[in-house]
């Protein structure tokens, strides 16, 4: 599949984050309604995680189109995550892998990727934090 509109797409995304370091809304539900409609698949789910890695900090909602349009994958999205998040983890992927804990699947892995994520010195502190918390909650559950 051509990736050329993939690839607009994430420049409009990434183009649409703010001093504040928040990325645009609408501008992402307009690019992932458009992915989405071009017929993109799984094959959408590395790149929009690279994005997700060139701006750690950067908020991308709660959970958000894109997360959303990852999370539809299940099954085939996981691993791409998991490399992700241990090239650079991000406050959204960290977030992500939280909610693959809950789900249940491979826990043992996740929360190793996560006390890894923690104890990490290259890692932004916000991030170091968010895995923390995310460490704890998963004990005390």
Sequence with gaps: MDREILEQEITKIEESIDEYDEADTLVIY???DTITNAGYKSEAV??????????????FGDPGAIVSFIEQFGGEYEDFLAASVKRTPTITTVWMVNRCINAGEHTEEWMDILKEIASREDVNKLIKESAQEFLGFQASR
Excluded at 46 to 59: F, M, N
Aim: net charge negative; proline share 12%; charged share 25%.
């Design 30 to 32: 307009d690019s992932i």
């Design 46 to 59: 590395e790149p929009l995680l690279q994005l997700l890695e060139r701006h750690p900090t950067a908020y």
